[in-house]
């Protein structure tokens, strides 16, 4: 995997993304020998997560959310 130091990828970021895309391979971005950015390709489809809102009233409550009681889990000393 290519490594480019953050003030290279800086200065020719639209390049870079663009060799990222045209090949498909990701690039390890680094700041002083350590890495702190992967750019990857982007897949269409391969977005995960939730969407927000997309679960509403799906969950169930079934007692005091706010007020609860954890003493019976814990030691008494």
């Known amino acids: 995997m ?3 130091l953050i ?3 800086k200065a020719r970021c639209i390049e870079l993304i663009k060799r990222v895309q045209a090949t498909r391979q990701p690039l390890i971005v680094t700041l ?3 890495p702190v ?6 897949e269409k489809g391969g ?3 939730v969407k927000l809102g997309t679960r ?3 969950a169930i409550f ?3 959310i706010v007020h609860f009681d954890f003493s019976d889990e814990w030691e008494n000393r």
């Open 56 to 58: 509403i009233a799906n």
């Open 47 to 49: 977005e995960t997560g």
């Open 32 to 34: 002083r020998g350590q």
């Open 62 to 64: 079934k007692d005091d």
């Open 37 to 42: 950015a992967k750019v990857v390709p982007f």
């Open 2 to 4: 290519e490594r480019v």
């Open 7 to 9: 003030s290279e990828f």
